[in-house]
Nanobody, 120 residues
Framework: QVQLVESGGGLVQTGGSLRLSCVAS????????MGWYRQAPGKQRELVAE???????NYADSVKGRFTISRDGAKNTVILQMNSLKPEDTAVYYC??????????????WGQGTQVTVSS
């Protein structure tokens, strides 16, 4: 069974920083792409940032220049460093990973979500 466990959310003032971490654990062959999504109240879940197995990154326009995604392949971990936070960044943040199992299929997994609240 594969699990994604997130940590690092919380309450911060406008302009502050937070660092989110997500670790993939369980029995699997290899982690492929990993990413972060967020969902604010009354809104659809949206991509924040993603990173491939070779380190190629993609960011939502709203976070470019403020957020940085990175990963530690050996530890199956993805990090989201969030700087210059704004109230509109307030949302539940979800970790996402595409993971190969030992029979060759690629499945997508989600973390349980971590709340990020930015006060004005």
């Amino acid at each position: 069974q594969v699990q994604l466990v997130e940590s690092g959310g919380g309450l911060v003032q406008t302009g502050g920083s937070l660092r989110l971490s997500c670790v993939a654990s369980g029995t699997f062959f290899r982690v492929n792409a990993m990413g972060w999504y967020r969902q604010a109240p009354g809104k659809q879940r949206e991509l924040v940032a993603e990173i491939t197995s070779i380190g190629t990154t993609n960011y939502a326009d709203s976070v470019k220049g403020r957020f940085t995604i990175s990963r530690d392949g050996a530890k199956n971990t993805v990090i989201l460093q969030m700087n210059s936070l704004k109230p509109e960044d307030t949302a539940v943040y979800y970790c996402n990973a595409y993971i190969y199992n030992y029979v060759g299929s690629l499945d997508v997994y989600w973390g349980q979500g971590t709340q990020v609240t930015v006060s004005s």
